[in-house]
């Protein structure tokens, strides 16, 4: 397929573009091993996810992906997940139902060969393949959680790790592709869960409409009166 023979990728070129951003996944392990209310009102956004409308190119069957977005109360189970095809990449299209500020994503995955070794985040985007994905810069990309550091984080927080996001490259989302370009080293990819924490915001204008009109109003009223028909026929009388 076109898309098995990019997996060349973890140089020095990209190390140095993401050095800041894989040695902070560690810190935030600590943060899985209570199981409050608030970790489930984190990763709200789920919530805001227009689940139908998802696509993932190179899954092993129709509609995996969707299966691997779950409310975080669910983040455990293993009846759904996602797993690659016809090699270990895979792209990840997901829609939302408004505008969020993402804030973190949270992976969970098996600690062997077939977790994901790289993550590639672009928003705003419902067009990328395989060959793009290689081309554009993504807002952001991690290198993630080797297996062998994946097993010591079981205990802690049954395998999910967080990943901080750049708040200023993900301010105004309304769609985010993940695209995994490379595993450990097995044949494919295998993903349990993933989340997004975040806020979810109105549409830009309206909240700036609101406050027009709110600052305007008696000028509006002035508007209105002389543009009304009724107004401007007994002005022309």
């Given at each position: 397929m076109a898309h098995g023979?990019?997996?060349?990728h973890a140089g020095a070129c990209g190390d140095e573009a993401h050095a800041d951003d894989h040695h902070d996944h560690h810190g935030h392990d600590h943060n899985h091993d209570?199981?409050?209310?608030?970790?489930?009102?984190?990763?709200?956004?789920?919530?805001?996810?227009?689940?139908?409308?998802?696509?993932?190119l190179n899954e092993a069957e129709p509609d995996m992906a969707k299966g691997i977005f779950k409310p975080w109360?669910?983040?455990?189970?293993?009846?759904?997940?996602?797993?690659s095809d016809a090699d270990e990449q895979l792209i990840i299209f997901i829609p939302f139902s408004g505008q969020v500020k993402l804030k973190s994503l949270a992976i969970r995955c098996d600690p062997d060969d077939a977790a994901p070794a790289e993550l590639r985040a672009f928003i705003n985007t419902d067009t990328l393949d395989f060959d793009s994905a290689d081309t554009t810069t993504p807002a952001q990309k991690w290198?993630?959680?080797?297996?062998?550091?994946?097993?010591s984080v079981q205990d802690e927080s049954q395998g999910?790790?967080?990943?901080?996001?750049?708040?200023?490259?993900?301010?105004?989302?309304?769609?985010l592709t993940l695209y995994i370009p490379r595993n450990f080293g097995d044949d494919v990819t295998r993903i349990r869960y993933l989340g997004l924490q975040g806020e979810h915001t109105a549409v830009s204008r309206d909240p700036i409409i609101t406050v027009y009109e709110a600052a305007a109003n008696p000028a509006d009223h002035q508007k209105i009166t002389g543009t009304d028909p009724m107004s401007a026929g007994h002005r022309t009388v």
């Open positions: 023979h990019h997996h060349h209570h199981d409050g209310p608030d970790r489930g009102e984190e990763f709200s956004l789920y919530q805001h996810i227009d689940l139908d409308k998802i696509r993932c109360h669910d983040r455990l189970d293993d009846t759904k997940f996602l797993e290198d993630l959680i080797a297996p062998a550091d994946l097993v999910v790790v967080t990943y901080p996001m750049k708040p200023a490259k993900f301010r105004a989302v309304r769609s």
